[in-house]
């Protein structure tokens, strides 16, 4: 694929992927499954766009005594 901004090829993907990790300030553990789209061109990344549960992250980094 083509753009105008782009004089080789435009290349894309799409994948799922998984973080596991320790917020060190809440001591909880943060697990999320994301969904991310990236396009590239020329050996450098146009778009990065990232889905995910903002309800798993906000539990995860709030500042409360529930683990």
């Known amino acids: 694929m083509r753009s105008a901004g782009c004089a080789r090829l435009r290349r894309a993907d799409t994948s799922e992927y998984e973080v ?3 917020v060190p300030s809440t001591g909880k553990i943060y697990r999320q499954m994301y969904a991310g789209r990236l396009v ?3 050996g450098k990344i146009e ?5 995910l549960d903002t309800v798993t ?7 409360d005594s529930r683990h």
């Open 20 to 22: 596991e990790a320790l």
């Open 40 to 42: 590239a061109c020329d």
């Open 47 to 51: 778009l990065l766009r990232e889905a």
């Open 57 to 63: 992250a906000a539990k995860a980094f709030a500042m």
